[in-house]
């Protein structure tokens, strides 16, 4: 997120926390904006001055001169008794409203494949050099795996992501591989002529991708994208312990999935992709 125009947060001596905040409270100036933004809820979409101040622990003179930013930036607007969020929250909620189209289409067909194999099943989307989880459900013999709903990986240390990255323009997927990448393992495919050759292959597999034990030691993955135009790239996999998995079997369960959810959404990508 772009924040033109606001001040820079001040300088403090106080001791900064692992996760960021200073010891007495948030310290830059997005976390305050974000204590501001989730101080509203359904049940109290208009709040005062004084419940955003309760609400957020935030001294009044800071909260009054980071609301006046914030009416001028459209995130949020002046309304009868007080404050609501303002429309650029609601765009960017209606961005978000694709995502939840394409969880809605999946989540019957990952419950279905995480009973039949026992594993994990992941859905993901591609924010840039990141995969982002959207849906995580786990059969009933499943190992733990450390992932969670809105997690974040690497895209190129990841079955999804790979699968996703192999189906984009050679242009766009090539620039995702321009930076520095990280070893998440000592398996992790990190350099970019790999990963490229990497990728010619994954085509050559109808999209099919493995992660053996690139993003996690012990776990092992395999995915297929799902193919849905006007959205964000999205794919599935399963999730399970590198010893035990059947690549081949596993591949056909997660493909035929991908290309059912490309079919549920067919109708919606059409819509989308008229521009309307």
Not at 204 to 232: F, H, K, T, Y
Not at 252 to 258: C, G, H, P
Request: hydrophobic share 45%.
């Amino acid at each position: 997120m772009t924040v033109t125009g606001l001040r820079a947060a001040e300088s403090s001596t106080t001791a900064t926390r692992p996760d960021g905040r200073g010891a007495a409270g948030p310290v830059s100036m997005i976390e305050r904006m974000t204590l501001i933004l989730d101080a509203f809820d359904a049940a109290t979409p208009t709040l005062s001055l004084l419940d955003i101040t309760t609400r957020t622990g935030l001294p009044r003179s800071t909260v009054h001169r980071i609301l006046d930013q914030m009416i001028r930036l459209r995130w949020l607007a002046h309304t009868v008794g007080g404050y609501r969020l303002g429309l650029r929250a609601l765009e960017l909620g209606g961005v978000a409203a694709g995502h939840n189209e394409i969880r809605d289409a999946a989540a019957p067909l990952l419950h279905d494949l995480a009973q039949r194999t026992g594993l994990v099943a992941h859905l993901a989307v591609l924010d840039g050099r990141e995969v982002v989880y959207l849906d995580k459900t786990a059969g009933r013999t499943a190992p733990p795996v450390p992932t969670r709903l809105g997690g974040r990986l690497p895209a190129h240390a990841t079955a999804v992501g790979k699968a996703m990255l192999a189906g984009l323009e050679p242009p766009i997927a090539e620039a995702a591989l321009r930076a520095r990448l990280p070893r998440l393992t000592n398996r992790t495919l990190w350099e970019p002529d790999t990963l490229q050759r990497e990728f010619t292959q994954i085509r050559l597999r109808q999209g099919i991708a493995v992660d053996r034990e690139e993003s996690m030691p012990g776990i092992a993955c395999v995915a297929a994208p799902v193919r849905n135009r006007g959205l964000a790239p999205a794919a599935l996999s399963l999730t399970g312990r590198a010893d035990a998995m059947s690549f081949d079997r596993l591949a056909r369960f997660v493909l035929d999935a991908a290309r059912e959810i490309t079919r549920t959404l067919a109708p919606a990508t059409r819509v989308t992709g008229t521009g309307h």
